[in-house]
């Protein structure tokens, strides 16, 4: 698993951890360890698989796409994924509980492996052992002497042993010792949470301590008045176009949608902490509390949804003006987000009670990024410059220099023959020569073969051009 870099070793440590899983799982455990937490029955639910499958989706973003940034992304959220796979809960507090259980489970799961194997030691005392051992060892004479005799007989297939070898070196050492420490950790604690969950559904029926009806209603009333005079005003400038801004404001309609953008993201966001709050102190024992809290909620959701609609809009507006960037596009993909997780905040209003909806919510989150990735963002922001430089003539160098190789088959569609070599070699000039196995990258690799099609013109140059741009 390369630590510094994406690649398909990601993808294939995942699936081999996965796969260790669900064979532990089949195995009966006849001495379970009395659980650190309450347990539950491990059921097997459809949607475990799914959580698990999409964790390694996930982690196969690095075999395709070399944008460290994006690869960042797919592993935090596929912790959560993970999390879920072995997760029993459905509301963000069972979810929550779920993470703070793991360096417990961690440390559990070792004592748990630890009777495992002292179980395996007895079952050796009785010759068992002996026999394993000397079939490993049989193992490994065959190979080796089989092995040593094809790769002297053939170059083809000594080179391609060579390439599946690791080179045996000091920092390796050290990288195998720390993954190796680290997997069986992980993996020993997976293993235990998987024979013994911990039973946080309970979590998903807890009710908090209620408020009176004037206490949420009055204040929440005045932020739906606030956010109905903002959007008044929205709708005006959304209608009324560049000409009404200008006139208004003083500013061109590019520095007004940048003025703006950042602050309504954060309204949104603060908004659904709002909501979140609301759903939970709010009571709605009374058919007249349900009514009040459809309508409060149900408004307050209506005219964020306005508030997402001028933000997107606003980043139209300003990635027109100055091009796509990626907190632009990361940030625009957030409020699309936010924009379906309050279309589901609505259908919640119906029956007021959502216990679907946190999950539903992270997958939609899941999906969102796997289509990003999908979409190769790198590549797009690269697109959107070279489309941008044939209609202005101009165009931002020094920025599209330090994109990935992902960006690199955009960039090769650029008329301009001087600038389009120095950036295919201001992004090469970053990626190794050449990758391990377990290395391997689709973008590296097509970035690598399109910087064969078009050499630059020399270092020093490129570096002035890219600059001076």
């Not at 801004?245 to 949608?257: I, R």
Request: net charge positive; aromatic share 8%.
């Amino acid at each position: 698993m390369p630590l510094d870099r994406p690649g398909v070793g990601w993808l294939v440590t995942v699936s081999a951890g996965t796969t260790a899983l669900v064979v532990a799982r089949l195995i009966p455990d006849n001495d379970p360890l009395p659980a650190l937490f309450p347990r539950s029955e491990p059921a097997a639910s459809w949607t475990r698989f799914a959580w698990a499958g999409a964790t390694i989706a996930l982690l196969a973003v690095g075999t395709f796409r070399s944008a460290d940034w994006l690869f960042v992304l797919c592993v935090l959220t596929a912790t959560v994924t993970a999390v879920l796979a072995v997760s029993t809960g459905r509301s963000m507090r069972a979810i929550v509980a779920s993470y703070v259980i793991v360096p417990f489970a961690v440390l559990r799961g070792q004592v748990w492996l630890q009777r495992g194997f002292a179980r395996l030691s007895a079952r050796g005392s009785n010759g068992t052992g002996i026999r394993v051992a000397a079939t490993i060892a049989v193992s490994i004479a065959l190979l080796t002497v089989f092995g040593s005799l094809f790769v002297s007989a053939d170059a083809a297939f000594a080179r391609a042993f060579t390439a599946l070898m690791p080179d045996i070196r000091v920092d390796t050492i050290v990288r195998w010792v720390f993954l190796t420490a680290l997997t069986f950790a992980l993996l020993g604690a997976a293993a235990y949470l998987r024979a013994a969950p911990p039973d946080v559904s309970r979590l998903d029926s807890t009710e908090g301590r209620k408020v009176r009806r004037l206490e949420w209603a009055v204040p929440l009333g005045l932020l739906t008045l606030l956010f109905a005079a903002f959007v008044a005003v929205q709708l005006t400038v959304l209608f009324g176009g560049s000409r009404h801004v200008v006139e208004t404001e003083g500013l061109t309609y590019a520095e007004y949608a940048r003025s703006g953008f950042w602050q309504l993201c954060i309204v949104t966001g603060l908004t659904l902490v709002v909501l979140a709050g609301a759903a939970r102190w709010a009571p709605r024992t009374e058919a007249a509390d349900r009514t009040l809290l459809r309508c409060v909620l149900g408004a307050l959701a209506v005219l964020t949804l306005v508030i997402v609609a001028s933000a997107l809009h606003r980043m139209n507006v300003y990635t027109d003006m100055y091009g796509l960037t990626r907190l632009r596009l990361l940030v625009a993909c957030c409020e699309v987000w936010f924009g379906f997780v309050l279309v589901l905040v609505l259908v919640a209003g119906i029956r007021i009670r959502a216990a679907w909806l946190p999950r539903v919510a992270i997958a939609a989150g899941v999906l969102a990024l796997l289509g990003l990735a999908g979409a190769n963002p790198d590549g797009l922001i690269a697109e959107n410059h070279v489309h941008r430089y044939e209609r202005t003539d101009r165009i931002d160098m020094a920025y599209l220099s330090g994109l990935s190789a992902d960006a690199v088959p955009a960039i090769a569609e650029l008329d301009d023959a001087g600038r389009r070599d120095c950036l295919i070699w201001a992004i090469g000039d970053r990626m190794p020569a050449d990758d391990a196995w377990w290395e391997w990258n689709l973008g590296r690799q097509t970035a690598r073969e399109l910087a064969v099609d078009h050499p630059s013109i020399g270092s020093s140059k490129c570096t002035e051009a890219i600059y001076r741009d």
